[in-house]
């Protein structure tokens, strides 16, 4: 899931104190989940705005919403009227769905309310921890399921290096787990630790940071789409 957190308030202001109305929109999908964009937070920082806005004597009105998902256009269409009456929208969601708002409002001021951190699994209550960089080219097979690129401080491919002492990395003063003595943990677990003797090739970044849009197209679905 991506996991994203809220902007400092001062820096939601900023962008919001030009404008005389403003849609404060949530999205249901995984802002949700890491209680950073969902219906309750957006009705917490409407509450915060809007006693800001009067403490400085703003004159500025917002108005909340929130979607199934902003990253869907079919979920984006169901607001065209909100949208009409807002001068700008405030989007709760990750930058996919904030950069989504933009494109299909395309005359309305859009702006994050939520910086968006990494892909993350829930680890425990009200704890996430980064587990995916969206690389584009996949190792879990050879590793044992753990990703060196996420979970190796230094993204390292022929861990672990020098610096990793008793199951800990050097970044992070021991207070982080060394991506590699994982993998050879899990791989010995599952007597596949030969699977480290083939030496891994350096990195193809060229799938992961190309400087364009990244694309996936189902053919079968995206035919039947646009029927």
């Known amino acids: ?3 994203a957190e809220r902007k400092p308030i001062e820096e939601i202001l900023k962008v ?3 404008h ?3 849609l404060i929109l949530g999205c249901r999908g995984c802002v949700t989940v890491c209680s950073a964009g969902g219906e309750k937070e957006v009705s917490i920082l409407g509450s915060q705005l809007n006693l800001a806005c ?3 004597k703003r004159r500025v009105e917002f108005f909340e919403k929130t979607v199934e998902r902003q990253c869907d256009f079919e ?3 169901g607001l065209r009227h909100e949208a009409k009456e807002a001068e700008a929208i405030l989007s709760m969601a990750c930058g ?3 950069q989504l708002c933009a494109e299909y409002f395309r005359n309305k001021h859009v702006y994050p309310a939520l910086n968006t951190k990494f892909l993350g699994a829930n680890i425990a209550l009200g704890k996430w921890e980064e587990r995916c960089q969206a690389c584009g080219d996949c190792v879990l097979g050879q590793t044992g399921g753990i ?3 996420s979970r190796c401080s230094k993204s390292l491919f022929n861990g672990p290096c020098g610096g990793s ?3 800990k990395c050097e970044v992070g003063k021991g207070e982080i787990e060394c991506g590699w003595a994982l993998i050879i943990e899990r791989l010995t677990r599952l007597r596949k630790l030969d699977n480290l003797k083939e030496i891994m090739g350096m990195k193809n970044w060229r799938f992961s940071r190309d400087g364009g849009p990244r694309k996936l197209v189902r053919e079968e679905l995206y035919l039947e789409g646009r029927k």
Do not use: D, R, T
Request: glycine share 12%; with cysteine.
């Open 75 to 77: 979920y984006l269409a």
């Open 1 to 3: 899931m991506i996991v």
């Open 96 to 98: 996919v769905g904030v």
């Open 20 to 22: 005389g109305k403003v």
């Open 16 to 18: 919001v104190n030009s």
């Open 165 to 167: 002492q008793h199951g």
């Open 54 to 56: 009067n403490k400085e």
């Open 147 to 149: 990703c060196p690129v």
